[in-house]
């Protein structure tokens, strides 16, 4: 199934690729650690009696994946008035930020934020004919997705060390190197090597994409790297896309 939401970095395109590239054997949980959208998660099969976590730092994306889980009802009430305007988005900006609101007008306000804004970066204004109501009315199907899902708000050292087993698969997707600036959470150059240092000490599997960048070769030039390419969603269309160049990296 789709995601609800884009989010800047999100698998949407390269979900395929990673899904192929999970272990055939069986896999006792299964953890997305730098969840985001959660492209990989909607997109793999849900399987009986493997326990699923979608983590982030970012704690207005982790409040909004517990809101649908918990308050979908609620949540798709407080979105009914909300229109496409200019006007409304950026009042949205400013009010999902602002203390006192209840964790489910912060969800719907920061919802409405990123899926009005140009390419889901939350912070511009997008012209075009971009509206709520279906994403909206999808969360229903969301919400029956994630039942069961343990979602959590944990730096990524400290999840992992908390969910690692020999039957545990991680899928990591990280800020790209280069691009952290892009991202509302503290992850900062030096997390790049924090993660590797991480990684490199685990009970479990690891799936990791990362873009095509000498530091990130250097890092895992001891694991198994795969290049791969996706169409850039921002660069024009039709025969002005663009290719980006990605890895997928694996320790089996």
Same mark, same amino acid.
Request: glycine share 4%; hydrophobic share 30%; net charge positive.
């Given at each position: 199934m789709e995601s609800f939401i884009g989010w800047i970095g999100g698998k949407r395109a390269l979900r395929r690729a990673i899904l192929e590239r999970f272990p055939d054997d069986e896999v006792g949980r299964y953890i997305e650690v730098f969840g985001g959208a959660a492209w990989v998660l909607f997109a793999k099969e849900k399987k009986a009696n493997q326990l699923e976590v979608y983590n982030d730092i970012n704690g207005n994306l982790v409040n909004l994946f517990r809101? =649908? /889980?918990?308050?979908? !009802?609620?949540?798709? %009430?407080?979105?009914?008035?909300?229109?496409?305007?200019?006007?409304?988005?950026?009042?949205?900006?400013?009010?999902?930020?602002?203390?006192?609101?209840?964790?489910?007008?912060?969800?719907?306000?920061?919802?409405?934020? =990123? /899926?009005?804004?140009? !390419?889901?970066?939350? %912070?511009?204004?997008?012209?075009?004919?971009?509206?709520?109501?279906?994403a909206v009315e999808y969360m229903t199907k969301v919400q029956e997705r994630i039942r069961g899902v343990n979602i959590e708000n944990k730096d990524f050292a400290d999840l992992i060390k908390v969910y690692d087993r020999p039957t545990a698969l991680f899928y990591l997707d990280p800020p790209y190197v280069d691009t952290e600036k892009y991202y509302d959470s503290p992850f900062c150059a030096q997390d790049h090597q924090r993660l590797r240092e991480v990684l490199g000490h685990i009970k479990g599997r690891f799936i990791l994409s990362y873009n095509d960048h000498p530091l990130v070769r250097e890092l895992y030039a001891d694991y198994r790297i795969e290049e791969v390419t996706r169409t850039s969603t921002l660069a024009g269309s039709g025969n002005n896309q663009t290719q980006y160049a990605e890895l997928i990296i694996r320790n089996f």
């Open positions: 809101c =649908v /889980k918990y308050h979908c !009802g609620e949540l798709q %009430r407080e979105l009914e008035w909300m229109l496409t305007s200019r006007e409304q988005f950026f009042d949205c900006l400013t009010q999902y930020q602002a203390r006192g609101l209840t964790d489910i007008q912060r969800a719907a306000r920061f919802f409405y934020a =990123v /899926k009005i804004s140009f !390419g889901c970066d939350n %912070r511009t204004y997008a012209t075009s004919s971009k509206q709520i109501d279906n």
